[in-house]
T-cell receptor, first 113, second 108 residues
Framework: EAQVTQNPRYLITVTGKKLTVTCSQN?????MSWYRQDPGLGLRQIYY???????DKGDVPEGYKVSRKEKRNFPLILESPSPNQTSLYFC????????????FGPGTRLTVT | QKEVEQNSGPLSVPEGAIASLNCTYS??????FFWYRQYSGKSPELIMF????GDKEDGRFTAQLNKASQYVSLLIRDSQPSDSATYLC????????FGKGTTLSVSS
């Protein structure tokens, strides 16, 4: 089944404790992206990657890192999480430029205390 | 001016009515426009995309685009309680830029 998976789905952590949210897609898509969604602010892009080893900042990259060493994986790294990073995170992938449908993962709800 | 603007709602319509959701965008060079539906706590799912002026119909859904007015809308005919969700308008540049969404409530 074609899908985007994220792990963990739920995470409660403490300020400053490094964490990684994994994202994997099995569709051989070129383009992958991370969003966060907050009440009243909507979906905002954190980072995106147009292919292996090619990443770029989105609208709200501060406090996050990403890497794209393999086409299928695009982990999101919070080196020192803070409470303002408490949010619902979505990973998404698109087959490539000019293709319209964006496939979203199921989301990761992160709470930083 | 925000890049993609939507009325947050809630928009309340009775079952069987037409729901009209509106979106404006600021970048006149935008080419592709999308409507996503998102149920509470779930990931967004694509309903329709449109890139030419005019109407595009898919079942009960019609997307309308007016590039001169920088306006895109989604009409839902014969609204059902299962249509109750948040509807996100998105505009494609390098990535998708989303509006904050309009919450639709369909009462039976």
């Amino acid at each position: 089944e074609a899908q985007v998976t994220q792990n963990p789905r739920y995470l409660i952590t403490v300020t400053g404790k490094k964490l990684t949210v994994t994202c994997s897609q099995n569709m051989n898509h070129e383009y992958m992206s991370w969003y966060r969604q907050d009440p009243g602010l909507g979906l905002r892009q954190i980072y995106y990657s147009m292919n292996v080893e090619v990443t770029d900042k989105g609208d709200v990259p501060e406090g996050y890192k990403v890497s794209r060493k393999e086409k299928r994986n695009f982990p999101l790294i919070l080196e020192s999480p803070s409470p303002n990073q408490t949010s619902l995170y979505f990973c998404a992938s698109i087959p490539g430029q000019g293709v319209y449908e964006q496939y979203f993962g199921p989301g990761t709800r992160l709470t930083v205390t | 001016q925000k890049e993609v603007e939507q009325n947050s709602g809630p928009l309340s319509v009775p079952e069987g009515a037409i729901a009209s959701l509106n979106c404006t965008y600021s970048d006149r060079g935008s080419q592709s426009f999308f409507w996503y539906r998102q149920y509470s706590g779930k990931s967004p799912e694509l309903i329709m995309f449109i890139y030419s002026n005019g109407d595009k119909e898919d079942g009960r859904f019609t997307a309308q685009l007016n590039k001169a007015s920088q306006y895109v809308s989604l009409l839902i005919r014969d609204s059902q309680p299962s249509d109750s969700a948040t509807y996100l308008c998105a505009v494609k540049r390098t990535a998708l830029i989303f509006g904050k969404g309009t919450t639709l409530s369909v009462s039976s």
